[in-house]
């Protein structure tokens, strides 16, 4: 079972110690199997992905469909896993932050979190703006055929 889902975004701060605070409207979303457990992976774009637990499996499980179980699948899920951790939020509500996805992400003071369907995508807000202005005619194109 998948989490609720998630939307919405939440400007925080990065602590000393690598933690940020995951507000509450997102921890009420899971599960009870994903127990506050989130598989933090580098994104595609320079921020980090966390997924809650069950949700991670439900992504392993689909990229095993569209690619298969063979040579492809493990350059994607070695490529994947190589660098993700398992973090568990703590009872004040933190989440810690490895190292070396802080630095991959580029993150310091404010992050932003943010919900996208069945993950997070935790961004160094600058560099989530930059994303927003280089994509905007993108989207503008993409959004004209879309009824929303």
């Known amino acids: 079972m998948m989490s609720r889902g998630f939307w919405g ?5 990065l602590d ?3 933690r940020i605070n995951v507000p ?3 921890r009420k979303n ?9 598989v933090l992976i580098r994104g595609t774009d320079p ?6 637990r069950g949700a991670w499996k439900d992504t392993v499980q689909r990229i095993k469909e569209k690619i298969g179980n063979g040579r492809d ?4 899920t070695r490529r994947l896993m190589y660098q993700a951790s398992e973090q ?32 997070l995508e935790i961004w160094n807000p600058e560099l989530y703006e930059k994303f927003v202005g280089d994509t905007e005619s993108d989207y503008q194109e993409l959004a004209k055929d879309l009824d929303f």
């Not at 975004?9 to 701060?13: A, G, K, Q």
């Not at 899971?30 to 989130?38: G, H, I, K, Q, V």
């Not at 699948?73 to 994607?76: M, S």
């Not at 703590?90 to 992400?105: E, F, M, S, V, W």
């Open 9 to 13: 975004s939440y400007t925080n701060s």
């Open 16 to 18: 000393s110690k690598g």
């Open 24 to 26: 509450s409207k997102i």
């Open 30 to 38: 899971l599960d009870r199997e994903d127990d506050e457990t989130f």
């Open 47 to 52: 921020c980090i992905i966390a997924y809650p």
């Open 73 to 76: 699948f493990r350059i994607v």
């Open 88 to 119: 568990k939020v703590d009872k004040q509500g933190r989440l810690n932050l490895p190292a070396h996805l802080i630095q991959y992400a580029k993150l310091n003071g404010n992050v932003t979190l943010y919900g996208f369907e069945d993950r």
